[in-house]
């Protein structure tokens, strides 16, 4: 039997949500030979195909029951876990972000609730013990076991020669002649190859590597496939609604069965009524326009709403048959026909989706996961779609944000992301630069004191990572603000004041020991000759330094701490420190790599702006209740109202006769009077947001952060301007 590629469950750590949660598995193995694990073996294909199925029937229906709301999008926020997750473990992270979003009561999220839905993906990461000791053992003989025969040779050998080194009598007799130091040079080169080998193995049973290539080469892919699946299903599902629109469905069928007919009497002597002949070629023709496949229609479903008089067999061979007809392409008006019903279902979907809003993808991406996020908005977008294609420079890109024929790409937040540093600096097209230019919204959460990143892979990069400095290895999850600056959003000042002030790399570095040198050092010394093909990919970002942060946890609620790192001592050295925050981490004292999801206030952040919006974070933050007059909701509504009335008051212009003019006049009033409403209610709107953003900014002073705000978020979500035209300028002001 097939295997899905992916497995689909619902949450059920909270009873009656208002936001449902699911969680996605891809069902890769740990090793290409396969696991002998229970969860792999029980994942059969029609359930879970079936599951997809009601994942994707939920989605539309909210898409449905919000249809006459305008400006309102169904949301699916996708969270993906970094290197080094268990399954148990990568759950408990899914269940604690699923039970905050339920149980976070500020406005925003009460009214939004009903628009969003929940996924956690888990791609097939490898724990190394995960708390039993058992299986590191086991980790441990495949390794020996796995090792190329010329690597164990030169291992045990290897081996053998370090034992002999250390006997005073073969110590001796190595040095006693020409010959023996000949023999200890050999040796010493096999003891060589012993710790290479070593190194090796250390390496593998790191998993950091392992876990790379399973993350590119399965959790891509699968999550991939994953939303390939739904777009396909929630395209099915707008077609169903105008089947019976289509004029050319009762031809193509009548044709059809005709050929049936013909066929089954002429070979296999079978004589059909033509009642039930068409019921079948019906749903035939219906399946495969409903999904351009012939392999949709069973006999389940056909009997599902009919009782036919005919045996299963005789039942499946007429099905076969239709099928088999209906993909030739010898009759040509059938063909024509067929081409023709699917071509008009496929627009009218098309229209649905266009009009009704798309769905908002959004994704949190931690560590690892941040990569696996990039990557797939690579693969799933238009690359030839002229808008993301420019010149032969990296500038004059325009990426829309719609992927595929249903989704829509809404915000990514990126904690803690093992990304190379250069990403951000270097002109050259890169996965993330391609991925970024989609996002409406994108937010950084980073901590220079990262040791998981600092050291472990930026070490295991080392060999692997084409770069010649050291800066290069860093990782975008290590950026830090400038230590001069205050807390809090430390250009606060300059966004309010200069609506043009373009981004600068002075104020951000990567070695927290030698703060002196920033980015934009680096950038100009090793990057200038790339230029950077008139776009600055980090103004799209929203920076967050959270390495000082300090604030209540998930274990201390009653007393606030430092989270993410410790203070350094006076002139202490770098193997120091980092050996104090390894120990600390390993007491559980403080969790520089994932404890952004410990802290009250970073859990706040991190989860508000991945499903609402940096506009709503703000809103929620606000110690004043914002003002129904100001509520998105009427907002868009009287936006709604004002095109309207243009487009009423424009026919009204062309017609030109005296018989309208009392008409036209009374439409122009009520014009007015809504450009005035809705002119005061963005002032409004834009002080309450300036008010709030000054909480933002005594909240992260509080608690010891530094942001960095983006200008597109100031000029979007705070002077309320169009999110378009500000990101065009953006990208193209050089």
């Not at 406005?107 to 929940?118: C, P, S």
């Not at 007919?261 to 326009?289: F, G, M, T």
């Not at 959003?489 to 920033?518: A, G, M, P, T, Y």
Request: charge should be positive; charged fraction near 25%.
């Amino acid at each position: 039997m097939d295997k899905p590629l992916i497995a689909i469950y619902q949450l059920k750590n909270v009873q009656n949500p208002r936001i449902p949660g699911y969680f996605v598995l891809s069902t890769a193995p740990i090793n290409v030979e396969g696991d002998k694990l229970a969860s792999r073996r029980q994942n059969n294909l029609a359930q879970q195909q079936q599951n997809l199925q009601q994942l994707a029937d939920l989605i539309y229906q909210k898409v449905i029951t919000e249809i006459h709301k305008p400006a309102d999008f169904i949301e699916l926020v996708i969270s993906i876990h970094g290197f080094s997750n268990s399954r148990p473990k990568s759950i408990k992270r899914f269940a604690e972000i699923h039970e905050y979003v339920n149980s976070d009561n500020s406005r925003q999220f009460v009214e939004k609730a009903n628009k969003l839905i929940y996924v956690g993906y888990r791609w097939s990461s490898e724990s190394l013990t995960d708390g039993n000791f058992k299986d590191l053992f086991g980790k441990i003989y495949t390794a020996v076991t796995a090792l190329p025969s010329l690597a164990k040779t030169i291992f045990f050998v290897g081996f053998l020669g370090i034992i002999f080194l250390y006997l005073p009598q073969l110590r001796e007799l190595f040095f006693a002649s020409r010959l023996g130091i000949i023999f200890s040079l050999v040796i010493l080169l096999l003891m060589l190859g012993f710790f290479a080998i070593i190194t090796l193995f250390l390496m593998r049973l790191s998993g950091y590597f392992r876990d790379r290539y399973r993350a590119d080469n399965f959790g891509v892919p699968d999550l991939v496939e994953f939303i390939r699946q739904l777009d396909k299903l929630l395209m099915s599902k707008a077609k169903e609604n105008y089947l019976d629109e289509v004029s050319l469905i009762p031809k193509v069928t009548k044709l059809l069965m005709s050929q049936v007919k013909e066929y089954l009497y002429a070979v296999e002597n079978l004589a059909i009524a033509d009642s039930l002949l068409e019921i079948i070629s019906n749903k035939v023709i219906k399946d495969y326009c409903l999904e351009s496949t012939v392999k949709n229609t069973t006999v389940e479903s056909l009997l599902l709403t009919n009782n036919f008089n005919l045996s299963r067999s005789e039942l499946e061979t007429i099905i076969n048959v239709a099928n088999k007809i209906l993909i030739q392409e010898t009759n040509s008006e059938l063909a024509d026909l067929r081409d023709g019903t699917r071509e008009i279902l496929e627009n009218k979907a098309k229209r649905f989706w266009r009009e009704n809003n798309r769905i908002k993808l959004s994704f949190i991406g931690h560590s690892m996961g941040g990569e696996v996020v990039t990557n797939v908005v690579r693969i799933l977008s238009d690359i030839f779609d002229l808008r993301s294609v420019g010149n032969l420079g990296t500038g004059d890109k325009l990426p829309s944000a719609d992927i595929g024929k249903v989704f829509r790409l809404g915000r990514l937040v990126l904690v803690a992301p093992d990304i190379p540093i250069n990403t951000i600096i270097s002109g050259r097209a890169n996965f993330l630069a391609s991925s970024l230019r989609r996002f409406e919204e994108t937010y950084l959460f980073s901590n220079e004191a990262d040791i998981a990143l600092r050291l472990a892979s930026t070490v295991a990069n080392y060999f692997s990572f084409p770069a010649r400095t050291r800066t290069s290895g860093y990782r975008l999850g290590n950026l830090g603000i400038r230590n001069s600056l205050p807390y809090g959003i430390v250009n606060l000042e300059q966004v309010s004041q200069e609506n043009n002030s373009k981004f600068s790399f002075n104020n951000l570095f990567i070695d927290s020991f030698n703060i002196r040198k920033s980015l934009e050092n680096f950038q100009v010394k090793y990057f200038s000759n790339l230029g950077n093909g008139g776009e600055n990919i980090a103004e799209l970002f929203t920076f967050f330094d959270c390495t000082n942060y300090q604030d209540y946890t998930l274990k201390s609620s009653h007393k606030t701490q430092q989270i993410l790192s410790f203070k350094k001592w006076f002139w202490e050295p770098k193997l120091v420190y980092y050996l104090r925050l390894i120990i600390a981490n390993g007491l559980e004292k403080c969790d520089p790599h994932s404890g952004f999801f410990a802290g009250e206030f970073s859990r706040q952040a991190i989860y508000r702006l991945a499903f609402l919006g940096f506009g709503s974070f703000l809103d929620s933050l606000s110690v004043k209740p914002i003002n129904e007059l100001i509520n998105e909701v009427n907002l868009a509504e009287i936006d709604t109202k004002l095109k309207d009335c243009e487009k009423k008051c424009l026919a009204l212009q062309k017609k030109g006769s005296l018989a309208v003019q009392t008409e036209l006049i009374y439409w122009q009033k009520e014009l007015a009077k809504l450009e005035a409403q809705l002119t005061k209610i963005k002032q409004e709107k834009q002080e309450f947001r300036q008010a709030a953003l000054t909480e933002l900014n005594q909240i992260s002073c509080q608690k010891k952060i530094q942001i960095i705000l983006g200008q597109e978020r100031y000029q979007v979500d705070v002077l309320g301007l169009e999110w378009e035209q500000v990101r065009r300028k953006m990208l193209t002001s050089n």
